[in-house]
């Protein structure tokens, strides 16, 4: 499941790099898309370093960052996707909406509460 979910991230983070491609530089968007890509890249990078966490304290506190950092990636490409809605950003808005619940369900786990 590790490798799945790590590939996954990989794959999502190589889409909204994608789509940074095709917002024009001269675009208001264009400063929102930064942040989606820091915020995008990070879910990734957070997750990995969890898989090297010191703790269990550690692990969770890791998983929670990259549970932030999906929800943030989630508006942002909402945002996006109102703001230019020739992109058609359904597919990916969707994906960050099953990655937020998929980490969301594992810091419930991980804290021991989820019922």
């Not at 590939?7 to 898309?33: N, Q, W």
């Not at 692990?59 to 490409?77: D, G, M, P, S, W």
């Amino acid at each position: 499941m590790r490798n799945e979910i790590s590939e996954r991230l990989v794959d999502f983070a190589s889409e909204v790099i994608r789509l940074m491609e095709k917002i024009p530089a001269k675009t208001t968007v264009k400063k929102l898309s930064d942040q989606l890509l820091r915020s995008a890249t990070s879910v990734g990078a957070n997750y990995e370093e969890a898989q090297g966490a010191e703790s269990k304290a550690d692990f969770v506190h890791k998983f929670q960052i990259a549970l932030k950092e999906i929800r943030e990636t989630h508006y942002l490409l909402r945002i996006v996707g109102k703001s230019m809605p020739s992109l058609e950003l359904h597919p990916l808005i969707d994906e960050a909406r099953q990655i937020r619940a998929i980490l969301s369900k594992s810091v419930a786990t991980a804290k021991g509460t989820d019922k």
